[in-house]
């Protein structure tokens, strides 16, 4: 069902690419992932965008995806756990990108309606979010570098 | 060994359609003024949706 979230993906691109050779769209779709996604939106919004730069985008993406999964498969065991913050990375990452789509008041509404969505109170949804966070602090608690924020909700 | 293949190209498929149907079908067609402005506001909900765990 999350794999669904790519349908509107492709929906929202769907619009500036009207008229673009087929074989070209099929090429494009495989690399459509939420972050070339992230950075391709805005460049088709601001009309300074082709769909040749964009394939490029996605391919290059794809392929560093690539290479860098066989590293880390490879050479993964010689990273300590939680070292150097690689934790946050990921989400920092994900937080620059929601950022740079943020053009208009409208646009920040919706993030945040959409996050207050998410974290309905439903007793079911907040015992998964607590035993979650609490997953999350043991594994901290172990690390070299636990954060004021994850100390904090360790106690509670 | 063919059962492994199958599940591969399956699941490749899978998650490969949804990227492609809708930019073939939507690029050919001329779309309402409300659903194009409903699409912008895709972009920023997927992100901060995917952010949720943090």
Redesign the interface.
């Known amino acids: 069902v999350v794999n669904l979230r790519h349908v509107l993906m492709s929906s929202a691109l769907a619009v500036y690419l009207r008229a673009a050779h087929r074989g070209l769209l099929a090429l494009y779709a495989y690399g459509v992932t939420d972050e070339s996604f992230a950075v391709n939106l805005p460049r088709f919004n601001a009309r300074d965008w082709s769909l040749s730069r964009a394939l490029v985008v996605n391919h290059a993406a794809n392929l560093t995806w690539f290479i860098s999964t066989v590293a880390g498969g490879i050479g993964g065991r010689f990273i300590p756990e939680g070292a150097l913050g690689i934790d946050y990375a990921l989400i920092a990452m994900f937080i620059c990108l929601l950022i740079y789509q943020i053009r208009k008041l409208i646009h920040l509404l919706t993030a945040v309606a959409r996050r207050l969505n998410c974290r309905g109170p439903g007793p079911i949804d907040s015992r998964q979010y607590l035993y979650r966070h609490r997953f999350r602090c043991r594994r901290h608690s172990g690390g070299n570098h636990p954060t004021e924020v994850d100390e904090a909700t360790c106690e509670q | 060994m063919t059962d492994y293949l199958l599940l591969l190209l399956g699941m490749g498929l899978?998650?490969?359609l949804?990227?492609?149907?809708?930019?073939?079908?939507?690029?050919?067609r001329s779309?309402p003024e409300w659903f194009?402005q409903w699409?912008?506001?895709?972009?920023?909900?997927?992100?901060?949706?995917?952010?949720?765990?943090?």
């Open positions: 899978v998650t490969y949804p990227r492609w149907l809708p930019l073939h079908y939507l690029s050919r779309l194009i699409l912008e506001l895709i972009p920023a909900a997927i992100l901060s949706a995917l952010l949720l765990p943090a």
